[in-house]
């Protein structure tokens, strides 16, 4: 096996040194929550990553064999918190396939609304916490006051702000709200002017650039090797989308483009491409929803629920396009109320894989932009 | 030579654009909610502390089988014969003496899969949500009317009444009056009742 | 100067020195609560937020909360600490932000000393805090606190360079290092002003001013680095080293630290205004003047000073929370590949037409 590295700065020592040993984390205001990254460097120059991970395990899949169906939907939003409605889709999604049910069309258009405000609402987080590592505070804060409006969104709908419980096993729990079609198109109109504040403000700033310009290159072939996948993958130039790929719900019912990385400023797939890619996503989204809510039929939206779940034996892996890539179910069913085995294929957990080999001969510093671009979520790396 | 003045170039006007946007942000009103003098508008779904209108809980333990944390521990009494329990709000008659129902808030996830299944729709979420403690378990709240002395006699008094129909003495005695005391529950401020009734799934 | 003026006042040499060596330390305090005040509320109304509102008046006294809680705070070292170097620290570096108000012209009268090496004696005695910042880093035996020290003191050294560059340029047209001369040889309007092309005349005048703005732009890039605000906070990098070489100080001790930055970040402001924007001299001339009140110009200058030199804070400020923040090597890059070639291009120039 032989990965290609970034060895962007190459270094002969002529004297036998030691290497130092930096711990960074679990507690370190940028490694995004608890990960721990042992580096092994060279003066500032990084020769190794070790991540280490399981500082926020919670034994979600062992949890799910002992709840039932249902049950388990709160604990799938707590993995990856920044995206929960993607989760609960996910698992939503699996389970229907398991049990062979149909759920109405409304009830589709409305989970494919709330993914897509989800999927902003996580690259908004992605994108501001990324300035906030290379040192741009102010982004971080517009992201987030962005943000709040479709959290409010969500809070208006199930009364949660974070972990839903909304979409579930063939249904929802509520109905939206009334205002809800109108405050979305609202807050569709009033995001659009903020996606190009946040490009003046942040992505064509020259010194944005500089940092993460060339910086942590993943080639194409890498990044397949390691099975990364979403805004990553893209980012490396390769047109990989489930919602086009592999259509679940009613997503082939909307017209919008995948963004793929093209090295606009640097190389492709480097660190500023995974963010442009982010970037250009979150207007893709905005277009899906306005065609969803557009389309939107009315509809019952819990009618289809199923009293009591208890599909068949058998066993299925649905997978969805989640913020962060390609989110796996693997449920196997034994007959019973609980399921037998839950298994996810968890996106941040695979594409944090590759860092060791984006990282290696960078500076200390670029560790920061590498990790964010990466960007991971412990609770989904950990689960 | 070109590309580094085109480099000082874009980053004198790329700082400038930026500082542009910020200097703009400068007149923009804050978003700030000032939240101890003001208050946000909660929506009318709200999901925060529960509330269990014990008048109507007919002790069936459905909420607390719905609830994935086990959060929630019922224990419950037959009544005697005799006893009158009283009525739910929507007419079904109540059947057993509800002598435990504690919900630990330390350990609810507020996900409300408890609330849907109730059967008389007597447990609900309300917008109360600053409700910290500096004891753990003091967030266990305890929703049952009788008073604890009333309640030992509810299990006394059904064990007696096992006992008695177990030695199959037809000599009935001793009708319990039952108790009328209205105990509070530990709510200081009854929430609010209007909440998403019209979203439940039956 | 300020040191007649107490003599005249006290008739006690002792007591008058000693009155003019706090004089700045007071305005170095009352500066500094001002100034974090004003940090925190400039940063959160261009974050669309509203700062601190709870003490006082929009929070204005939120500093001084600030400080007391720091005065209370348990002084924390460990036990693998270099004891008195951890000690020593932070008064180094204070104590090297101190000495460069000594000669700082806050207007014709108060000058805590009238040193004929003006601006010399304030970039030398500069120079202490870089001693006390790798102190701290080495004493508190932690990787984050060296590394950011190293950092410190490679980017406070090499950024000494280009602000020198750019205080020759200026010393060769006004040939005196005397801040105080400085200031008065801008005297008049605002054309007279060093970044207007000082108070020559006629055709040289006219070619010094596009040099004289890139001298500004190239002294105001390279102090910002020296006293370690975005873009270039790199040695107390949150998100990389923690916050660097202070990051296993704690209270009162960290306080010095803080105060330093702020002490620090208004010398800088006061020395470039001093050398390109006419010092204290006020750009729309004087009140005092005009109504034939002599003792009021010192105090008007005085306020022409402060304004200039909180300006140029304010607009440190605003960098800082517009920009990211540069990496190592790239920051070396910049001050090598571009801001000492543009300085000494630059000192070329402006030495020919001098000559000329
Ligand atoms: S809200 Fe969820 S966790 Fe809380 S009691 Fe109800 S079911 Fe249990
Ligand atoms: S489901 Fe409702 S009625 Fe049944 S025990 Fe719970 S609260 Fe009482």
């Known amino acids: 096996m032989s990965f290609e590295t970034n060895k962007s700065i190459e270094y002969k020592p002529v004297v036998k040194t030691e290497h130092m040993v930096l711990n960074m984390g679990p507690q370190h205001p940028s490694t995004h929550g608890v990960l721990r990254l042992e580096l092994e460097l060279e003066g500032?120059?990084?020769?190794?990553?070790?991540?280490?991970?399981?500082?926020?395990?919670?034994?979600?899949?062992?949890?799910?064999?002992?709840?039932?169906?249902?049950?388990?939907?709160?604990?799938?939003?707590?993995?990856?918190?920044?995206?929960?409605?993607?989760?609960?889709?996910?698992?939503?999604?699996?389970?229907?396939?398991?049990l062979g049910i149909q759920v109405p069309e409304r009830v589709e258009y409305i989970r494919v609304i709330m993914a897509e405000l989800q999927r902003i609402a996580s690259h908004l987080v992605a994108l501001g916490t990324y300035g906030a590592d290379i040192g741009a505070m102010t982004p971080f804060l517009f992201c987030f006051r962005d943000r709040e409006m479709i959290l409010s969104l969500f809070e208006m709908t199930c009364g949660a702000r974070l972990l839903y419980n909304y979409i579930w096993v063939g249904g929802l729990s509520h109905d939206l709200h009334p205002d809800f079609v109108r405050k979305t198109r609202d807050?569709?109109?009033?995001?659009?002017?903020?996606?190009?504040?946040?490009?003046?403000?942040?992505?064509?700033?020259?010194?944005?650039?500089?940092?993460?310009?060339?910086?942590?290159?993943?080639?194409?072939?890498?990044?397949?090797?390691?099975?990364?996948?979403?805004?990553?993958?893209?980012?490396?130039?390769?047109?990989?989308?489930?919602?086009?790929?592999?259509?679940?719900?009613?997503?082939?019912?909307?017209?919008?483009?995948?963004?793929?990385?093209?090295?606009k400023v640097g190389?492709?797939?480097?660190?500023?491409?995974?963010?442009?890619?982010?970037?250009?996503?979150?207007?893709?989204?905005?277009?899906?929803?306005?065609?969803?809510?557009?389309?939107?039929?009315?509809?019952?939206?819990?009618s289809a629920i199923p009293k009591r779940i208890k599909p068949p034996i058998g066993q299925v892996y649905a997978r969805v396009e989640n913020p962060r890539?390609?989110?796996?179910?693997?449920?196997?069913?034994?007959?019973?109320?609980?399921?037998?085995?839950?298994?996810?294929?968890?996106?941040?957990?695979?594409?944090?894989?590759?860092?060791?080999?984006?990282?290696?001969?960078?500076?200390?510093?670029?560790?920061?932009?590498?990790?964010?671009?990466?960007?991971?979520?412990?609770?989904?790396?950990?689960? | 030579m070109r590309e580094y003045f085109s480099n000082i170039w874009t980053s004198l006007a790329t700082i400038a654009i930026g500082m542009k946007v910020t200097f703009?942000?400068?007149?923009?009103?804050?978003?700030?909610?000032?939240?101890?003098?003001?208050?946000?508008?909660?929506?009318?779904?709200?999901?925060?502390?529960?509330?269990?209108?014990?008048?109507?809980?007919?002790?069936?333990?459905?909420?607390?089988?719905?609830?994935?944390?086990?959060?929630?521990?019922?224990?419950?009494?037959?009544?005697?014969?005799?006893?009158?329990?009283?009525?739910?709000?929507?007419g079904k008659k109540k059947a057993l003496w509800v002598t435990k129902f504690n919900i630990d808030f330390a350990k609810c996830c507020y996900c409300q899969l408890c609330v849907f299944p109730c059967p008389t729709e007597c447990i609900y979420m309300t917008d109360v949500y600053e409700f910290s403690e500096f004891e753990r378990k003091s967030l266990v709240y305890d929703f049952v009317t009788l008073t604890p002395e009333e309640r030992e006699q509810k299990k006394l008094n059904y064990q007696k009444y096992e006992a008695e129909k177990a030695a199959e003495k037809a000599a009935v005695k001793k009708p319990v009056t039952p108790p009328v005391t209205e105990v509070k529950p530990k709510i200081e401020n009854p929430p609010s009742t209007e909440t998403q009734g019209e979203n439940k799934v039956s | 100067m300020m040191y007649d003026f107490f003599l005249d006042l006290f008739g006690n040499e002792i007591l008058a020195a000693i009155v003019t060596g706090v004089t700045p330390l007071l305005f170095i305090l009352l500066f500094v609560l001002f100034a974090v005040w004003l940090e925190r509320k400039v940063s959160a109304h261009m974050q669309d937020r509203l700062g601190p509102m709870r003490t006082g008046w929009h929070g204005w006294l939120q500093t001084i909360a600030d400080l007391l809680k720091l005065i209370q705070k348990e002084d924390i070292s460990a036990s693998a600490n270099d004891k008195p170097l951890f000690n020593l620290a932070p008064i180094l570096v204070f104590a090297g932000s101190y000495a460069a108000f000594a000669a700082i012209p806050f207007s014709s009268y108060f000058i805590g000393s009238n040193l004929d090496l003006g601006i010399f004696f304030i970039i030398g005695i500069s120079g202490l805090v870089v001693a006390g910042i790798l102190m701290a880093g080495w004493a508190s035996n932690n990787k984050y606190s060296l590394l950011g020290a190293m950092r410190a003191a490679a980017q406070i050294?090499?950024?000494?360079?280009?602000?020198?560059?750019?205080?020759?340029?200026?010393?060769?047209?006004?040939?005196?290092?005397?801040?105080?001369?400085?200031?008065?040889?801008?005297?008049?309007?605002?054309?007279?002003?060093?970044?207007?092309?000082?108070?020559?005349?006629?055709?040289?005048?006219?070619?010094?001013?596009?040099?004289?703005?890139?001298?500004?732009?190239?002294?105001?890039?390279?102090?910002?680095?020296?006293?370690?605000?975005?873009?270039?906070?790199?040695?107390?990098?949150?998100?990389?080293?923690?916050?660097?070489?202070?990051?296993?100080?704690?209270?009162?001790?960290?306080?010095?630290?803080?105060?330093?930055?702020?002490?620090?970040?208004?010398?800088?402001?006061?020395?470039?205004?001093?050398?390109?924007?006419?010092?204290?001299?006020?750009?729309?001339?004087?009140?005092?003047?005009?109504?034939?009140?002599?003792?009021?110009?010192?105090?008007?200058q005085f306020f022409w000073f402060t304004a200039k030199g909180a300006f140029f804070v304010f607009v440190q400020m605003w960098l800082r929370w517009t920009l990211p923040r540069l990496r190592v090597d790239q920051l070396m890059a910049l001050c090598w590949k571009y801001l000492i070639p543009i300085a000494f291009v630059n000192l070329i120039i402006v030495g020919l037409i001098t000559v000329l």
């Open chain 1, 187 to 263: 807050f569709c109109t009033y995001f659009k002017p903020k996606i190009k504040e946040l490009n003046d403000l942040l992505t064509y700033n020259k010194i944005f650039i500089e940092r993460t310009a060339n910086v942590g290159v993943l080639p194409l072939d890498t990044a397949i090797n390691f099975g990364i996948s979403g805004p990553m993958l893209r980012g490396s130039g390769l047109k990989w989308d489930l919602r086009k790929d592999d259509p679940y719900s009613v997503y082939h019912k909307f017209d919008f483009n995948i963004p793929v990385g093209e090295g």
């Open chain 2, 24 to 90: 703009k942000h400068m007149f923009v009103p804050a978003v700030t909610i000032q939240y101890p003098d003001v208050r946000p508008e909660l929506p009318e779904r709200e999901r925060n502390r529960l509330y269990v209108n014990m008048d109507d809980c007919i002790g069936c333990d459905q909420c607390s089988r719905a609830c994935p944390v086990s959060c929630i521990e019922i224990e419950t009494v037959k009544g005697l014969p005799t006893d009158d329990i009283g009525k739910t709000s929507n």
């Open chain 3, 157 to 300: 050294i090499s950024y000494e360079i280009p602000t020198i560059l750019v205080v020759l340029t200026v010393v060769m047209i006004t040939r005196t290092l005397n801040l105080h001369t400085l200031s008065e040889m801008q005297t008049g309007y605002i054309w007279n002003w060093m970044i207007f092309g000082g108070p020559g005349t006629g055709l040289e005048k006219f070619l010094l001013i596009p040099l004289m703005f890139i001298g500004f732009l190239v002294i105001y890039t390279s102090t910002l680095a020296e006293v370690n605000r975005t873009p270039f906070d790199i040695p107390e990098a949150e998100s990389e080293l923690v916050s660097g070489y202070h990051t296993e100080y704690s209270g009162m001790k960290f306080a010095m630290f803080f105060l330093a930055e702020y002490a620090n970040m208004y010398a800088v402001s006061a020395i470039v205004s001093a050398l390109f924007l006419g010092g204290y001299q006020s750009p729309i001339g004087y009140l005092g003047n005009l109504i034939g009140v002599s003792w009021l110009v010192p105090i008007e």
């Open chain 1, 267 to 302: 190389t492709v797939g480097d660190c500023w491409d995974r963010y442009w890619v982010r970037v250009l996503e979150m207007e893709e989204s905005l277009k899906i929803i306005e065609q969803a809510l557009d389309q939107l039929p009315e509809g019952d939206v819990t």
């Open chain 1, 44 to 98: 500032e120059i990084i020769t190794r990553v070790i991540p280490h991970i399981g500082y926020l395990h919670r034994c979600f899949e062992k949890h799910a064999e002992a709840m039932t169906y249902p049950q388990v939907v709160p604990y799938t939003d707590r993995m990856d918190y920044l995206a929960s409605m993607g989760n609960e889709f996910g698992y939503a999604v699996a389970v229907e396939r398991l």
């Open chain 1, 325 to 383: 890539g390609e989110l796996g179910y693997f449920i196997m069913s034994d007959g019973n109320v609980n399921p037998f085995r839950v298994k996810v294929r968890a996106p941040s957990f695979v594409n944090l894989g590759v860092m060791d080999v984006l990282c290696r001969g960078h500076m200390v510093a670029d560790i920061i932009a590498i990790l964010g671009s990466v960007d991971i979520v412990l609770g989904e790396v950990d689960r």
